[in-house]
C-alpha cells in the first residue's frame, strides 16, 4: 500500500494555520492601510505612517515565513 505522505492535522493544528493566515492578512491590510489611506485616524507625520506601515507589512511576512515554517514540521 502506498503511505501518505502528509498525516491529517488535528483541528487545533488546522485552526491555527488558519488563525496564522488571517493574521497575515489582517496586518498586510493593516500597513497597506497606514500608508494609503489618508482617513485612517493616526496624527502622524507622512514619513512616521510610511515607516510604520512598511514596519507592519514586513512583520506580517515574517509571521508567514514562520507559519508555513512550522506547517512543513
Do not use: C, N
Request: hydrophobic share 55%; no cysteine; proline share 3%.
Amino acid at each position: 500500500m502506498i503511505e501518505r505522505e502528509s498525516q491529517q492535522k488535528s483541528p487545533a493544528k488546522r485552526f491555527l494555520f488558519i488563525f496564522g493566515l488571517f493574521m497575515f492578512v489582517f496586518y498586510l491590510v493593516v500597513g497597506l492601510a497606514i500608508i494609503f489611506w489618508d482617513g485612517v485616524p493616526l496624527h502622524l507625520e507622512k514619513t512616521y505612517r510610511v515607516v510604520f506601515g512598511v514596519f507592519l507589512i514586513a512583520y506580517s511576512f515574517l509571521r508567514l515565513v514562520r507559519l508555513l515554517q512550522t506547517r512543513r514540521d
